[in-house]
T-cell receptor, first 110, second 115 residues
Framework: DAKTTQPTSMDCAEGRAANLPCNHS???????VYWYRQIHSQGPQYIIH???NNETNEMASLIITEDRKSSTLILPHATLRDTAVYYC???????????FGQGTRLTINP | DTAVSQTPKYLVTQMGNDKSIKCEQN?????MYWYKQDSKKFLKIMFS???????INETVPNRFSPKSPDKAHLNLHINSLELGDSAVYFC??????????????FGNGTRLTVT
């Protein structure tokens, strides 16, 4: 699976949009981009995933660049409960496992 | 109605003991996993079972033995516990992978402390 690079930490004000970047410059054609988050003392929680089109669900939006070498997770109106470590993961179609990196520690400030 | 449940939530034990962690999922998934999160917060896969068959074993010491009595359960038994086994262990499940990649659903973890 391709490697991902994320900032170690980010801050965002409550109520604003949180934009979390991820670089995956070695991604290959059959690899999807996944986002998970881990709130303190809980298990990782699935957020969203995509291949090449932008995706949106009730939690977030995922914007993938045309060359697929980077993506951005957008939490449109961040709340204090969105404080967590956010993991960007590249996973090949049919791959059995998720490989987690260090993630981005997002802190939402009141 | 927890989807992936693990017991116990906390486990404190002494070196050399044998202990088990249980995991159950009620999602009807075919594949189950064990992940380990160490003190540096890295999440690493240990095992994966697909319909009771072992499909991934990430060079975990053989003191760790997963057991899958049926596809809804994947238990983790650890023999001769060592200090370095202290970590949070997460169970997860997903539908069978194939043409579609399906997300993994994680439990809330078992914090194991070996003294």
């Amino acid at each position: 699976d391709a490697k991902t690079t994320q900032p170690t930490s980010m801050d965002c004000a409550e109520g604003r949009a949180a934009n979390l970047p991820c670089n995956h410059s070695t991604i290959s054609g059959n690899e999807y981009v996944y986002w998970y988050r881990q709130i303190h003392s809980q298990g990782p929680q699935y957020i969203i995933h995509g291949l090449k089109n932008n995706e949106t669900n009730e939690m977030a939006s995922l914007i993938i660049t045309e060359d697929r070498k980077s993506s951005t997770l957008i939490l449109p109106h961040a709340t204090l409960r969105d404080t967590a470590v956010y993991y960007c993961i590249v996973r090949a179609l049919g791959a059995q496992k998720l490989v987690f990196g260090q993630g981005t520690r997002l802190t939402i400030n009141p | 109605d927890t989807a992936v449940s693990q017991t116990p939530k906390y486990l404190v034990t002494q070196m050399g003991n044998d202990k088990s962690i249980k995991c159950e999922q009620n999602l009807g998934h075919d594949t189950m996993y064990w992940y380990k999160q160490d003190s540096k917060k890295f999440l690493k896969i240990m095992f994966s079972y697909n319909n009771k068959e072992l499909i991934i074993n990430e060079t975990v010491p053989n003191r760790f033995s997963p057991k899958s009595p049926d596809k809804a359960h994947l238990n983790l038994h650890i023999n001769s516990l060592e200090l370095g086994d202290s970590a949070v262990y997460f169970c997860a499940s997903s539908p069978r992978t194939g043409r579609r990649n399906s997300p993994l659903h994680f439990g809330n973890g078992t914090r194991l402390t070996v003294t």
